[in-house]
């Protein structure tokens, strides 16, 4: 049993940055998978980033690589989601997800290979 409460969005301008926290309560936190995936109004959710129990392997999207990092701290059972150069296009509900199956390397990406959700929190980027 994993509850996942995310928090951190909010209003920025393009090119600016903000760090989304997602908190989780229950055992073993160390031992899940954790993702980030978003959705835009009208849009399909869709992956952004996910990372192991232990840091070690990371995966992020297409859309986002290079601006957007992906971290976790067990000790606070927090898993981050660091955004820079933000664009319009970034706007969108994120949410956070876990998992302890070890996603398939093609297969991450996917909403199906999480088993518990966060409720989101809104990110808007406009100037």
């Known amino acids: 049993q994993v509850q996942l409460v995310e928090s951190g969005g909010g209003l920025v301008q393009p090119g600016g940055s903000l760090r989304l926290s997602c908190a989780a309560s229950?055992?073993?936190?160390?031992?899940?998978?954790m993702g980030w995936f978003r959705q835009a109004p009208g849009k399909e959710r869709e992956f952004v980033a996910i990372i192991s129990g232990g840091s070690s392997w990371t995966r992020s999207a297409d859309s986002v690589k290079g601006r957007y990092t992906i971290s976790r701290d067990n000790a606070k059972n927090t898993v981050f989601l660091q955004m820079n150069s933000l664009k319009p296009e970034d706007t969108a509900v994120y949410y956070c997800?876990?998992?302890?199956?070890?996603?398939?390397?093609?297969?991450?990406?996917?909403?199906?290979?999480?088993?518990?959700w966060g409720q989101g929190t809104q990110v808007t980027v406009s100037s």
């Open positions: 229950g055992r073993s936190f160390g031992s899940y998978f």
């Open positions: 997800a876990a998992t302890q199956r070890f996603p398939g390397g093609s297969s991450y990406y996917r909403m199906s290979e999480y088993d518990y």
